[in-house]
């Protein structure tokens, strides 16, 4: 069973900041929290992972709550090519297991 | 840019086939793994491999083999195919075991009639 649960949909207008939330609130103390997004006909593709600290790359920027309990992926300025499933993993400590569950389905719009 | 390729997009085979789904990555990735992905379950791992001949069962390896004869080539193999495999399949490879992305190619399509 997947360790995060995540809203089913939501949507953004273009060039807004979509908020994207995630629970995660069984996660161990060595396990990272990943995410990935799928564009339609496409494979997943990696975003960002963190551990507890947050992170920012070029893509996005990822707030992970003091207790790790939960985490936000934030793009900072969304466009029609983010629409996108959004999945929040976290890593199986120890292995290379990636468990995805069934994502949120961002919708931007102009 | 990593690429991992797959053989077809499309497949369409009928129940009792062998079906041979390809997987090559040109980035020397040690990891390489197989999922299938249907709609309200998300993806789910089939089988994954660490190297050359190595491979461990996923969470749902049953009616599926894998082999790994060369580095770069993943190979998912179903022995007689059923309806209930008839799926998205993904193939993705990673750097090492350390490594944390994941690259994927763009899946496969399989319709077993």
């Known amino acids: 069973d997947a360790k995060t649960t995540q809203p089913p949909s939501m949507d953004c207008a273009e060039g807004r900041a979509a908020n994207l939330p995630c629970n995660h609130s069984?996660?161990?103390?060595?396990?990272?929290v990943y995410w990935y997004r799928q564009i339609h006909s496409q494979g997943p593709q990696y975003i960002i992972h963190?551990?507890?600290n947050n992170e920012t790359n070029e893509m996005a920027s990822l707030i992970i709550t003091e207790d790790r309990k939960s985490s936000t992926l934030i793009l900072p300025h969304a466009t029609l090519r983010d629409t996108a499933v959004y999945y929040c993993?976290?890593?199986?400590?120890?292995?290379?297991?990636?468990?995805f569950g069934t994502g949120t389905r961002l919708q931007v719009f102009p | 840019d990593v690429k991992v390729t797959q053989s077809s997009r499309y497949l369409v085979k009928r129940t009792g086939e062998k079906v041979f789904l390809e997987c090559v990555q040109d980035?020397?990735?040690?990891?390489m793994f197989w999922y299938r992905q249907d709609p309200g379950l998300g993806l789910r791992l089939i089988y994954f491999?660490?190297?050359?001949?190595?491979?461990e069962k996923g969470d749902i390896p049953e009616g599926y083999s894998v082999s790994r004869e060369k580095k770069e080539r993943f190979s998912l193999i179903l022995e007689s195919a059923s309806t209930n495999q008839t799926s998205m399949y993904l193939c993705?490879?990673?750097?090492?075991?350390?490594?944390?992305?994941?690259?994927f190619g763009p899946g496969t399509r399989l319709t077993v009639t």
């Open positions: 993705a490879s990673s750097l090492s075991p350390q490594a944390y992305e994941q690259y």
């Open positions: 069984t996660i161990s103390g060595n396990e990272y």
């Open positions: 491999s660490y190297d050359v001949k190595m491979k």
């Open positions: 993993i976290v890593r199986v400590a120890h292995t290379d297991k990636l468990i």
């Open positions: 980035m020397d990735h040690e990891n």
């Open positions: 963190g551990l507890k």
